[in-house]
């Protein structure tokens, strides 16, 4: 059987390791970059609580030490009117799309200036439901 510790290496480390990535990548410690997903749980075994989660589950996602989505009640606390809202599967959620942090060509772009760009682009394949 799988422990913990060896899951969470399997998932991190060992692909970062993998690319080569090691040294910037693959485990939560200092100076290192980390995106961590916090999602509810479902199970008291955290693998059956992960296999059984849907995207509606996902409570927070931080990128590089930043809170980008969530539980809308989670980011109106710590980000107050700085994310737009998402509804997923019937929950309300928030998004920060625009990176007004590290501006680059076009990060300052809403989630609805996004939606208009792919459904101009894309209109046919799928349709984009709010």
Request: glycine share 4%.
């Amino acid at each position: 059987m799988i422990q913990d510790a060896d899951w969470i290496t399997m998932i991190t480390t060992n692909p970062a390791k993998a690319l080569a990535l090691d040294d910037k990548v693959g485990q939560l410690a200092p100076n290192l970059k980390a995106d961590i997903t916090v999602l509810r749980a479902q199970a008291n075994d955290p693998h059956r609580s992960l296999l059984a989660n849907h995207p509606q589950d996902v409570e927070m996602v931080w990128v590089g030490g930043q809170l980008l989505y969530g539980r809308e009640s989670v980011l109106q606390k710590v980000k107050p009117d700085q994310c737009e809202a998402l509804e997923v599967n019937c929950a309300n959620k928030r998004t920060c799309v625009a990176d007004t942090i590290n501006p680059v060509t076009r990060s300052t772009q809403t989630l609805e200036e996004i939606r208009t760009i792919l459904l101009d682009m894309y209109a046919q394949l799928s349709p984009l439901v709010p």
